[in-house]
């Protein structure tokens, strides 16, 4: 009787899952894989979020630093060993101040910015068509004319929702954008005709000696929802 009871025995452990087993594991196992999914997904989406971030604030800070660099050197023409060469404050056409024209998203000065002895026409502008923050560097003629030779805008900041401009005087006090006539475009253009525009005047321009700056930056990514960041910047003039 022994063997026989031996035989039940195997034949009975040896059964297979039923279904309903097979159910309740599957289930089993597709939740906890459902979970290990949603944890890789919100990982991804955390890093993508963050390289996101790091690659607007990098392009914001890149900008920014160049821009605020070159406008504190507003004015600045270093003497190049020739007792006879102009110096900017001898400019002669109107506006009469290394700030040729100035609005709340452009700003265009005369510098030496390259250290040569050679002045040259900057104009920081924002191309809201493009959302980028365009740098553009004219040649400045000598005296009596002091003109520049249009030239063509260079994109330094891209992914930018906005670029704002604040100008202040000696005592701190803000200088405001009015509606007023005039040909002195920015950026500037050759040959403009009179319109009203938006812009610092002629004695405005020759007060400034504080510029604030403030560069939005905004994007996406497919699968990232839009991240913005905010940087600014305090810009004394020194040689105005």
């Not at 160049?66 to 006879?84: C, F, L, N, V």
Request: aromatic content about 8%.
């Amino acid at each position: 009787m022994s063997p026989r009871r031996n035989e039940r025995t195997s034949a009975g452990s040896a059964r297979g899952l039923t279904l309903v087993e097979i159910l309740i594991s599957s289930a089993l196992i597709s939740v906890v894989m459902a979970s290990v999914y949603l944890v890789y997904l919100t990982m991804q989406n955390t890093f993508s979020k963050g390289e996101l971030k790091a690659d607007l604030q990098q392009n914001a800070r890149v900008g920014l630093a160049k821009m605020a660099q070159e406008i504190r050197m507003a004015g600045y023409d270093p003497p190049t060993g020739s007792p006879a060469k102009p110096v900017i404050p001898q400019i002669t056409l109107l506006p009469r101040t290394p700030l040729r024209a100035a609005a709340a998203q452009c700003l265009s000065f005369v510098a030496d910015v390259s250290g040569t002895g050679v002045a040259d026409q900057i104009t920081y502008h924002f191309d809201s068509s493009k959302n980028t923050l365009r740098r553009r560097q004219d040649n400045w003629s000598g005296f009596p004319q002091y003109e520049f030779s249009e030239a063509k805008a260079q994109p330094l900041a891209q992914s930018i929702e906005s670029l704002t401009f604040t100008y202040f005087d000696i005592k701190n006090v803000e200088l405001k954008p009015v509606l007023w006539l005039s040909t002195q475009r920015c950026p500037p253009t050759q040959g403009a005709t009179v319109q009203s525009l938006w812009q610092l005047t002629f004695a405005q321009l020759g007060q400034v000696r504080r510029v604030a700056i403030t560069l939005k930056t905004q994007g996406s990514r497919p699968g990232v929802s839009e991240e913005a960041f905010i940087l600014t910047s305090d810009v004394q003039l020194r040689n105005l």
